[in-house]
């Protein structure tokens, strides 16, 4: 076991009760304030750590980090150091942070200016991301979707089983969380008409999910095994691949999603490192039929991360979903794997979302598609209003965490609000 991942650890900073950011996860971000330029930052408590005050004081001194890494408004050049590297900085940060060490604790002016609070910062994307893939890796999901439009008893397609399902997205419309999301317009096909219209989206959607990020460039042509793939893995997000439905059914035949999905993706702002997850491991679904060779994995691929999502509306909040990662078919080793295996080369920063996390009751399913079964169930909200999918003005929140041993590693809120088209 990792030292930073000790459950007994304590810090000197102080971290409340269910708190999202104790010292055994210290996530990685970007930050800004009122007087501090977009530089990279660790989460702890409710505190934000400047990283860059840090190396410029020393403290990473021995580490060998190049100049400047951490004052950058993206977290690619760091990075793409690579898990060891990342994993080593993660460990000196844990040192200066627990509670029996005094070189920070006991430094009451470096301690003032590298901690600072974080209702006073701004968070912005953590990377520029060159390239974005989106899976379609739930069982529940991809059985709910294909009972609903297709034939229930072959609600799976025949390629579903063999091979994690992905297309590429569009990277440019992916924006951090509390950005807001203007509601997309294209075109619709009525069912009673002959002709589309063009019309705003009248079955906006929310889509559960969770993404991880490359930490490597590899070489066009070379491809990344299963057994190799976590090297390549420098952490995970929340992640909300909005989904305009009418939009998509006239759209997607034969080429799939378009203007349905690139018009945004929300993204939680703090990267939660593999390294803080690894207490949280736990076998997947089992797979049948056997997958072929290079989809083969060793040992516990999955995670036990619990999902939460919530819509708020005139000042009241109602959870209308509860998932877990844990349920996903196609592990992100399998996924990576996949995604390589022809030859397509990878890069630092490039964001591989899981598809839709629905578990298998329907307090879990990840959308509103599966959850009012296409409009036909409303869901009763808090403030008395009902739901079919999202209206303007609606605010969509995205939790998740990580709970075992009394330490809770948490992935801080992945949130918009829907503003209506132009």
């Known amino acids: ?31 800004k304030t ?3 330029t977009a530089v990279a930052g660790v989460a702890i408590g409710n505190y934000v750590l400047d990283l860059v005050y840090l190396y410029e004081k020393g403290f990473f001194d021995g580490i060998g980090l190049p100049p400047g890494i951490f004052n950058q408004e993206y977290l690619n050049g760091f990075i793409g150091l ?44 953590p990377i520029l991301i060159p390239n974005y893939t989106d899976f379609y890796s739930s069982e529940e999901h991809a ?41 997309p317009k294209g075109q619709i096909k009525p069912p009673d008409a002959e002709v589309p219209i063009f019309s705003p989206s009248k079955k906006l959607d929310f889509e559960l999910e969770m993404g991880f990020i490359t930490c490597a460039n590899t070489e066009l042509g070379s491809s990344i095994t299963a057994a190799d793939a976590e090297e390549n893995i420098f952490g995970m997000v929340l992640f909300n691949d909005w989904s305009a439905r009418d939009i998509q059914t006239w759209e997607y035949v034969p080429l799939g999603p378009f ?27 089992k797979q049948d039929p056997k997958v072929l060779p290079y989809l083969e994995y060793q040992g516990k691929k999955n995670f036990d991360i619990e999902l939460e999502v919530a819509i708020g509306a005139n000042g009241k909040e109602t959870v209308v979903s509860k998932s877990n990662f844990k349920y996903m078919y196609w592990n992100i080793c399998q996924q990576l794997a996949h995604h390589t295996v022809n030859g397509c080369n990878v890069q630092v920063g490039d964001l591989y979302a899981s598809g839709t996390i629905s578990g298998p009751g329907k307090g879990s399913y990840g959308s509103m598609l599966e959850l009012t079964w296409n409009g036909n169930n409303p869901i009763k909200l808090a403030d008395g209003s009902e739901r079919k999918f999202i209206e303007d003005g609606d605010t969509v929140s995205l939790k998740g965490y990580a709970q075992k041993e009394g330490v809770r590693i948490g992935f801080g809120e992945c949130i918009a609000k829907i503003l209506p088209s132009l």
Request: aromatic share 8%.
């Open 1 to 31: 076991m990792r030292k930073s991942n000790d459950p007994k650890l304590k810090s000197w900073v102080e971290v409340p009760k269910g708190s999202d950011f104790p010292i055994q996860n210290l996530p990685f971000g970007i930050f």
């Open 82 to 125: 690579g898990r060891k590297k990342c994993g080593e900085v993660r460990e000196r940060v844990s040192e200066l942070l627990r509670s029996d060490n005094d070189e920070l604790k006991n430094n009451i002016a470096a301690r003032e200016l590298a901690l600072i609070p974080m209702e006073e910062v701004q968070m912005k994307m």
């Open 259 to 285: 203007l349905a999905k690139n018009f945004a993706s929300t993204m939680s702002p703090w990267i939660v490192t593999l390294d803080a997850l690894e207490a949280f491991r736990v076998q997947g679904p």
């Open 143 to 183: 059985t709910n979707v294909g009972t609903m439009f297709r034939d229930p008893k072959n609600a799976l397609l025949p390629n579903w089983k063999h091979l994690p399902v992905a297309y590429h997205g569009r990277a440019s419309s992916i924006v951090v969380s509390g950005t807001p999301v203007r509601r």
């Open 34 to 36: 009122n007087y501090l």
